[in-house]
């Protein structure tokens, strides 16, 4: 609680007891006034004030106007009538109730929020001469050497040289187990390090380190406006003056037709007090405050599992989306090439593997290196007289036989009769000699969570999902088959990846919004282009965080889902609250003007309907089970 | 240029009013109050006093709003 609150806590304890106290004391006429006055000042004051200030500074239609007629209105029909002070102050003590429990609730999110996003490192640890020095990670620059101590944050992102440790990356990435790191990795600023001591060379300013750009994104989101809010800001400008003046109305029109075409007595104080009630109802604090405030909660929770929302309208967006459009590299699969097959011929898998590592010992090629590595285990053969044929692979003599690894022309420019398939990838056949002695296939390999990931985004109501790829036909078609991918649109370049998604735009219904998901590399301009663009495991591409509208934090595909059932239960509860609140109060001030509803139920229509809505929002907090 | 100065305000359309007193202040080219991070973003004109500036936009803050607060000394 901050002061603030405890005092306007302590204010409504003395209100109400004092109120309830003098219900008991047997004064009448101008004592009961002067007694019951003390606890409506103590609670109402300051809005008084306010409302004073409101009318002296031209600005007079706020909810502390509102509240001050209200009240001040009952109180003259009280002295003039039965001295019933006590809706008077109700009416007060109940506003200022709501009004204490709003900024208590709004400040218990908004720490829970921030608690979430507590993530930026307070110091940097520098070693000079074997003294830690604790600086500022503003002043520390480019390629210094850092220490990072078990328990503490990483400050600035960069290389490990010395030493190894598990990282705990659940801040940023909502991934809950812990990820191993030793020298010569890259790691990022805001993990927390559990175990080992790290030395890590800086890469990169505080400014630009991954954690300042999260919680810049972060801290901005909620400054593009969503559609939602947009309505509310322009609802509660013309709804408050539009009250007023129906008030007005309410209290003068209907007494003088009665005076002057009925020729009764008015019944002023009825339509007057009717008119009061108009006003307790029509506060749009419900609404101004719950909205903003459920953006805000989905957008700290969102961020909590990993996914970044650059603002609310994305969020929005996203809740509409119908079509999602993936890059197929690196985001449906690994982008990493792995050996998928070895199909030896006559000899074993290992005697294959390992006769091909040792020929491509000194390669770095891609696919040499993705030979070498599924070799790893098997002890390698040793290879001399290496000699590369340009285009086509390698010769090399091992174990004092020539052994040729290589493409299919390698092996029609040799003469070896060696077996086709019809398999996507990278084929690399090896002969010994002029004997053919199997094929390893190469090829990207489709992320485990992918096939679970599309079948999901099916059920959570997707119409259609498209995977754009630079790569041939066959591979692209046999990775869309077992992704049960609906559309694949194959051999784009980059600038053709652009004008698919300008095809799709074109295409679609109104209302609904496509999704492009990548992961960065070559895609911005998609990224950009798309209504929603998600960059996916993107935290070292600033390109990729700059295009894109929502940045998934790692890279399982699986978070996509995620992302847009956050975005709908987000809105839902938007939307439950603008209706409730609206129709609440539509009825609320219908009642009233024609005197059903009395001050007790205005409060209800007031302060009851702003609690249940800010309750209602906070649920956008709670994302765990989606 | 562009500053960032901690708030103090009790509710979201006060914010918003805030924001609107700040937007119009002389020498404020543009400005965003976040009412959830309690944060005042002003991007100032080229040649502003930013001192200057940031008196005039509390003044005309608390015009508006008279409890609210403006952490920018």
């Known amino acids: 609680m901050t002061k603030k609150q405890k005092k306007n806590l302590i204010r409504i304890i003395i209100s109400s007891v004092l109120m309830l106290l003098f219900l008991f004391l047997p004064f009448e006429g101008i004592i009961r006034l002067g007694l019951f006055l003390i606890p409506y000042l103590i609670i109402g004051y300051d809005i008084l004030i306010k409302a004073g ?20 209105g009952a109180i003259i029909i009280a002295v003039t009538t039965d001295g019933d002070y006590i809706e008077a102050i109700a009416v007060m003590l109940f506003y200022q109730i709501g009004e204490w429990f709003q900024s208590y609730a709004v400040g218990k999110s908004r720490k829970n929020i921030t608690g979430l996003m507590d993530i930026r490192p307070d110091y940097a640890n520098i070693e000079t001469d074997g003294v830690i020095e604790q600086v500022d990670p503003d002043e520390v620059e480019i390629g210094s050497i850092i220490t ?32 191993k790191v030793s020298a010569g990795d890259e790691v990022i600023s805001g993990c927390i390090n559990q175990n080992g001591l790290l030395r890590i060379r800086t890469t990169k300013d505080f400014e630009e380190s991954t954690v300042s750009r999260i919680l810049d994104l972060v801290e901005n989101a909620s400054s593009r406006k969503s559609r939602s809010e947009d309505f509310i800001t322009r ?84 809740s509409k989306t119908k079509t999602v459009v993936f890059d197929k590299t690196g985001t449906l699969t690994k982008g990493v090439f ?16 390992s006769l091909a590592a040792a020929a491509e010992q000194y390669s770095g090629h891609p696919i040499a290196l993705s030979i070498k590595k599924a070799a790893g285990n098997i002890s390698a053969a040793c290879a001399n007289n290496i000699e590369e044929i340009a285009g086509h692979g390698i010769r090399a003599e091992v174990g004092g036989e020539i052994i040729y690894v290589g493409n299919e022309k390698l092996m029609k420019k040799i003469g070896v009769k060696f077996e086709k398939t019809d398999r996507s990838g990278t084929i690399v056949y090896a002969a010994k000699g002029n004997n053919y002695i199997g094929r390893i296939i190469i090829s990207d390999v489709i ?28 591979a692209a078609e046999m990775i869309a088959g077992e992704l049960e991918i609906d559309e694949v649109h194959c051999e784009l370049l980059p600038a053709d990846k652009v004008s698919e998604i300008e095809k799709l735009l074109e295409q679609k219904n109104k209302g609904e919004s496509i999704a492009f998901v ?25 390109a990729a965080i700059e295009a894109s509208d929502i940045v998934l934090m790692d890279d399982d595909p699986m978070k996509i889902t995620k992302a847009i059932r956050i975005s709908r239960k987000c809105l839902k509860i938007v939307n439950e609250n603008i209706w409730f609140s609206i129709s609440v109060k539509v009825i609320c001030l219908v009642l009233g003007a024609l005197g059903i509803a009395n001050m007790w139920i205005a409060i209800f229509a007031d302060v009851g309907v702003m609690i249940l809505a800010v309750l209602n929002s906070i649920r956008c907090l709670m994302l765990k089970k989606l | ?61 608390r015009k508006i709003e008279p409890d609210c607060e403006i952490y920018y000394k």
């Open chain 1, 53 to 72: 200030k409101g009318i002296i500074n031209l600005q007079p239609f706020d909810e502390c106007f509102l509240m001050s007629l209200a009240t001040i």
């Open chain 1, 148 to 179: 990072v101590q078990p328990g503490e944050k990483i400050p600035i992102d960069g290389i490990v040289t010395e030493g190894s440790s598990m990282l705990d990356t659940a801040a940023l990435t909502g991934e809950s187990l812990p990820k």
């Open chain 1, 235 to 318: 609802f509660a400008r013309i709804y408050t003056p539009f009250v007023v003046f129906s008030a007005l109305a309410l209290a003068i029109l209907p007494p003088l037709f009665s005076m002057f075409v009925l020729g009764q007595n008015g019944g002023w104080h009825n339509w007057i007090y009717r008119a009061l009630t108009f006003l307790v109802i029509s506060c749009p604090c419900a609404l101004v405050i719950s909205i903003p405030l459920s953006f805000f909660a989905g957008i700290g929770g969102a961020s909590r599992e990993g996914i970044l929302v650059k603002g609310s309208n994305y969020l929005e967006m996203l």
């Open chain 1, 338 to 353: 792995e050996v998928v097959s070895v199909e030896p011929e006559k000899i074993t898998k290992e005697q294959l593997l």
């Open chain 1, 447 to 474: 992320k485990p969570t992918a096939k679970e990931a599309i079948r999901n985004l099916k059920k959570t109501g997707i119409k259609k999902t498209v995977m754009l790829t630079g790569d041939s036909t066959s």
């Open chain 1, 518 to 542: 990548g992961d960065g590399i070559n895609d911005a301009p998609v990224l950009t282009r798309a209504d929603i663009g998600i960059a996916m495991g993107a935290l070292g591409s600033d």
């Open chain 2, 1 to 61: 240029m562009k500053k960032t100065y901690k708030i103090e305000v009790d509710c979201a359309n006060c914010a918003a009013k805030m924001e609107d007193a700040a937007k119009k202040t002389d020498g404020v080219k543009d400005a965003s109050v976040n009412f959830m991070t309690l944060k005042m973003k002003v991007e100032f004109e080229e040649d502003a006093d930013v001192e200057k500036v940031m008196d005039s936009v509390f003044k005309a803050c």
